[in-house]
C-alpha cells in the first residue's frame, strides 16, 4: 500500500459541468502524477506535479487543469467536461530517484460524462 | 519520440500453459528504465519488474522471467506455467532519466485470459 487514495471512485456527470478528483497521499513523496486510461491507448499522461505549485503536461493535457497547493495533495480539474473525457483516472506517487524511480497508483477514478 | 509497443492485444491460454508478452520501445536516449505492470480484473494497478538500460541480465522472479535485449530493443516477460490468477492486463513502461519527470510511457497493454 503506498498511501494513495483518490476520490471519488466513481463519478456520472453532465457535459459542460466541472469536475475536480483528488488524489491524496501520506508519504510525503515529490513527484505526483495524474493518467488517464482508455482502451487501446494503455495510459496516458495528463499532468505531473514536481513540488507544491509546480506542476506541468502531460500529453494529453486539453481541457484538463491540476493544482497542488500541499505536498500531499494533488487535484484534476475538468473545467467543463466533455464526454470524450470519459476515462479511468489514476494517480500515482514516484517512489525513488527521479527516472529510476517507481510509481505507484491510487485505485482509480471511474469518470462518466454524459 | 519514445514509443511502447505492445502488438499482441489479446491473449488466451489454457492454465499450466507458458506464455510471452511482447513489449518494444523507442527511443534514442541512452539511459531509460522498463517497467511491467499487471491490472487485475479489480482494476489497480500492480508494479511487477523495473529494468535499467545498462542491466541486460535476465531475471526470475518465481513464474515470472523477463528477457531484456537491447540489440531489439524488446522487454518480454513470460509466465511458466500460467494460472487462472495471472488473467490481467499487463502494461509495459518506459521512463527516461533525462527531463528529470520520472513520466511512463506506457504500452498499449495486453490482455491475458488464462482458462481453465
Known amino acids: 500500500d503506498a498511501g494513495i487514495t483518490q476520490s471519488p471512485r466513481h463519478k456520472v456527470t453532465e457535459t459542460g459541468t466541472p469536475v475536480t478528483l483528488r488524489c491524496h497521499q501520506t508519504e510525503n513523496h515529490r513527484y505526483m502524477y495524474w493518467y488517464r486510461q482508455d482502451p487501446g491507448h494503455g495510459l496516458r499522461l495528463i499532468h505531473y506535479?514536481?513540488?507544491?505549485?509546480?506542476?506541468d503536461k502531460g500529453e494529453v493535457s486539453d481541457g484538463y487543469s491540476v493544482s497542488r497547493s500541499k505536498t500531499e495533495d494533488f487535484l484534476l480539474t475538468l473545467e467543463s467536461a466533455t464526454s470524450s473525457q470519459t476515462s479511468v483516472y489514476f494517480c500515482?506517487?514516484?517512489?525513488?530517484?527521479?527516472?529510476?524511480?517507481?510509481?505507484?497508483f491510487g485505485a482509480g477514478t471511474r469518470l462518466s460524462v454524459l | 519520440a519514445q514509443k511502447v509497443t505492445q502488438a499482441q492485444t489479446e491473449i488466451s491460454v489454457v492454465e499450466k500453459e507458458d506464455v510471452t508478452l511482447d513489449c518494444v520501445y523507442e527511443?534514442?536516449?541512452?539511459?531509460?528504465?522498463l517497467f511491467w505492470y499487471k491490472q487485475p480484473p479489480s482494476g489497480e494497478l500492480v508494479f511487477l519488474i523495473r529494468?535499467?538500460?545498462?542491466?541486460?541480465q535476465n531475471e526470475i522472479s518465481g513464474r515470472y522471467s523477463w528477457n531484456f535485449q537491447k540489440s531489439t530493443s524488446s522487454f518480454n516477460f513470460t509466465i511458466t506455467a500460467s494460472q487462472v490468477v495471472d488473467s490481467a492486463v499487463y502494461f509495459c513502461a518506459l521512463s527516461l532519466r533525462s527531463g528529470n519527470t520520472g513520466k511512463l510511457i506506457f504500452g498499449q497493454g495486453t490482455t491475458l485470459q488464462v482458462k481453465p
Open positions: 500515482a506517487i514516484s517512489v525513488g530517484g527521479v527516472g529510476a524511480n517507481i510509481q505507484y
Open positions: 506535479s514536481y513540488g507544491v505549485k509546480d506542476t
Open positions: 527511443t534514442r536516449d541512452t539511459t531509460y528504465y
Open positions: 529494468r535499467n538500460s545498462f542491466d541486460e
